[in-house]
Nanobody
């Protein structure tokens, strides 16, 4: 069973930056798109960003577009989320997950299209 492990979360002031990592252990997701999602207390899990299996296409939610950047290094089995200009409303637990379908030609943004969820990493942005 391939496991995804997120890291890099923490406490940061508004306007600051964090870089999240998502590493795959016990296998590879080089043929799967990868996504980042987040869940704030009392809210549903929401899409943040996704990257195609080849890295050639990305997608972002409107709330993070222009501030966050997703990337991947298939040789290291790792996906990254660079978060800049953080806002208090970015506070949430951030999860990475793999697209259920291999070699999908485009990224998707719906939770049910992903599985192999990691345990999450907490991001807290203070005002």
């Amino acid at each position: 069973q391939v496991q995804l492990v997120e890291s890099g979360g923490g406490l940061v002031q508004a306007g600051g930056s964090l870089r999240l990592s998502c590493a795959a252990y016990g296998g590879t997701f080089s043929r799967n798109a990868m996504g980042w999602f987040r869940q704030a207390p009392g809210k549903e899990r929401e899409f943040v960003a996704a990257i195609k299996w080849s890295g050639g296409s990305t997608g972002y939610s409107d709330s993070v577009k222009g501030r966050f950047t997703i990337s991947r290094d298939n040789a290291k089995n790792t996906v990254y989320l660079q978060m800049n200009s953080l806002k208090p409303e970015d506070t949430a637990v951030y999860y990475c997950a793999a697209d259920r379908r291999k070699l999908r030609p485009a990224v998707v943004a719906t939770v049910y299209e992903y599985d192999n969820w990691g345990q999450g990493t907490q991001v807290t942005v203070s005002s």
